[in-house]
């Protein structure tokens, strides 16, 4: 579970940004961030992975095989973050009916 630490939902949504745009200064300019914040998380994304996740080629950025086979499963996660965060705002302890066991 250590290893966990180190990643968060924005991250994971860097990530998702990252793969979707192929270019940190895009991805950044569409998360409303600096370039070198976003190159900082990717960073922070390859040291967690252990892979480049994108590599410079003439063409651009290139995923590698492992960001392409991490991709679904990280937007996935975001996706059940994003629901669970959600919920979360709609508990209203006013209109709750269920009972609750303080032990």
Known sequence: MAQARNVDLFTLECFDMLLRERSVSRAAQRMDLSQSSMSEALARLRERFGDPLLVC??????????AQALWPRVREAIERLR????????FDPALATERFRIT
Do not use: K, W, Y
Not at 57 to 66: A, K, N, Y
Not at 83 to 90: N, Q, T, V, W, Y
């Open 57 to 66: 080629t003439r063409e651009g950025m290139v995923p590698t095989d492992r």
């Open 83 to 90: 629901s669970i965060l959600e919920r979360a705002d709609e």
